[in-house]
């Protein structure tokens, strides 16, 4: 799926912004918390607590979208290293597989026999492929508690690039889904920001490499990602 020029000016340009103001914002988002805490026992009292509740939900939420907008503005001098596919991967793996177990999700990675090594900003890497396992694990917690999850993750070559293939059996996408899906701010989750894969794409083809995804609605998602190897 191309991601049109108007889309990443779009995406340059709420990088510069949000960095100039996310601090601004911020101050006067830890302000509201704070005294909705100390609200919190009044409100208790008249039985409203739920009040108090979603507005620290909302500010959380506020937050967090600040957070992931000053990650993907900031300055970016890649610190660039020469890595293993595999040991990247498996770092990824191990922060993720004990929530994947709660969820009763099962991650399995194919072991390679030689090393793959790639030059990327290890860092980024991780980011993008933490994105996609949790949107895999959310995929797969939509289908409830019975559905016996799976997260597969391999990796292949070919003369010029290295293939990471990340797929799930969770809930797929329709059409209008897999059409935006990189847009910013594009989600369909009640508390998502809808910028994980934007700025993963956009990681991504800053490395050279580019991200494909193939979905079956009901079935389930493949993703690939294709970075130069060495
Ligand atoms: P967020 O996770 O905050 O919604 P993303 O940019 O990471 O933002 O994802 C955008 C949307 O793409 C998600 O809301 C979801 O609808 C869809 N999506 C991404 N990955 C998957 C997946 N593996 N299975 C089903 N839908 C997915």
Do not use: W
């Given at each position: 799926i191309e991601q049109?020029?108007?889309?990443?000016?779009?995406?340059?340009?709420l990088g510069k912004i949000s960095a100039s103001i996310a601090h601004e914002i911020?101050?006067?988002?830890?302000?509201?918390?704070?005294?909705?805490?100390?609200?919190?026992?009044?409100?208790l009292q008249i039985g409203k607590d739920e009040y108090a509740k979603i507005i620290m939900m909302?500010?959380?939420r506020g937050n967090d979208i600040i957070s992931e907008f000053l990650n993907s503005s900031k300055p970016t001098s890649p610190q660039t290293s020469v890595i293993d596919v595999s040991s990247l991967l498996k770092d990824v793996v191990l922060l993720t597989e004990s929530e994947a177990l709660?969820?009763?999700?099962?991650?399995?990675m194919q072991d390679r026999e030689l090393p793959l090594y790639i030059s990327v900003d290890a860092k980024?890497?991780?980011?993008?492929?933490?994105?996609?396992?949790?949107?895999a694990m959310d995929a797969i917690a939509d289908l409830g508690h019975?559905?016996?999850?799976?997260?597969?993750?391999?990796?292949?070559?070919?003369?010029?690039?290295?293939?990471?293939?990340?797929?799930?059996?969770g809930k797929g996408m329709d059409n209008n889904t897999l059409s935006r899906l990189?847009?910013?701010?594009?989600?369909?989750?009640?508390?998502?920001?809808?910028?994980?894969?934007s700025v993963s794409y956009r990681i991504i083809k800053n490395h050279g490499g580019y991200i494909y995804v193939d979905s079956v609605l009901g079935k389930g998602t493949d993703f690939m990602i294709t970075l130069p190897h060495n």
């Open positions: 049109t020029a108007y889309q990443n000016d779009k995406l340059a340009m911020r101050n006067p988002l830890t302000a509201i918390r704070g005294f909705i805490q100390l609200l919190r026992p009044h409100l909302e500010i959380d709660m969820n009763g999700c099962q991650i399995t980024q890497i991780k980011q993008v492929i933490l994105n996609i396992i949790k949107n019975n559905h016996p999850g799976m997260i597969q993750i391999h990796t292949e070559q070919d003369h010029k690039n290295v293939q990471i293939h990340i797929s799930d059996n990189f847009d910013p701010f594009f989600t369909t989750k009640e508390s998502g920001t809808g910028l994980g894969l």
